[in-house]
């Protein structure tokens, strides 16, 4: 059902950005959500440029499960959603692991959005779109995607305004549910490792969703997210 007063969403506009690279180009895939009926009538519109965090894609932010849909929930209220495959992920150009750093992927990004902004403009995005007046341009970032979104920022300037999500610049500790057992984290296990250890023994579903959440929203998680979890202690472990 539509909300009073909203414009419903198009049918998200799917596009594969070229990107020069070391060696050739790299693809990068992006959806461009759109409000319905006319944006040019509509006056200056804001964009917001989306950027999925760690074992997810640009398809996080526009959920099949109803109701779930952030890229629908602002379409309808008159926003254009763009939503990026990082370098490495989803349907963009995966290079060696190596290649993608936190500067690559920032530098990358800035180049799609610049040239995607151009085409929204210019009225290029695709056929039957008119240019778009753009009144302002924010980019927000789920966990991973928020740490890609501040070197953006830093580096280039990308945006007039920035949403960290589920990012902290200073450090990070995840939730652990209340009851979980601690695995044991031998004595001398290089922080990296033992980094590691916590990560893969996490409750993703626990930490990501409600407990209301619809299972078939739950089952979108990566399957690392779907792992099963004991929460990590340093300790001297069994030999």
Not at 149 to 163: E, I, K, P, S, Y
Not at 175 to 186: L, M, S
Not at 216 to 225: F, I
């Amino acid at each position: 059902m539509q909300e009073s007063g909203s414009l419903p969403p198009l049918c998200p506009v799917e596009l594969a950005v070229d990107v020069p690279a070391p060696e050739g180009t790299w693809q990068i895939a992006a959806s461009v959500h759109l409000p319905a009926g006319e944006p040019a009538s509509a006056g200056p519109q804001p964009v917001l440029v989306a950027l999925p965090g760690g074992g997810y894609n640009r398809r996080y932010f526009d959920l099949p499960a109803a109701g779930f849909s952030q890229a629908e929930h602002h379409c309808r209220r008159g926003t254009v959603v763009v939503a990026i495959d990082h370098l490495g992920v989803g349907d963009s150009t995966v290079p060696p692991p190596a290649v993608t750093t936190l500067a690559t992927l920032a530098a990358v990004n800035h180049t799609v959005v610049t040239d995607l902004l151009a085409r929204l403009r210019d009225g290029t995005v695709a056929p039957g779109v008119p240019p778009l007046e753009v009144s302002a341009v924010i980019g927000a970032g789920q966990s991973l995607g928020g740490h890609v979104l501040a070197a953006m920022q830093a580096d280039h300037r990308t945006f007039d305004g920035v949403a960290m999500l589920g990012s902290s610049m200073s450090a990070t500790t995840m939730p652990v549910r209340p009851g979980t057992p601690e695995v044991e984290i031998p004595a001398g296990t290089p922080d990296a490792d033992a980094a590691l250890l916590v990560l893969a023994n996490t409750d993703w579903p626990w930490v990501f969703h409600w407990q209301d959440s619809p299972d078939a929203l739950t089952a979108l998680a990566p399957p690392v997210a779907r792992a099963p979890t004991r929460r990590p202690r340093r300790g001297t472990g069994p030999p």
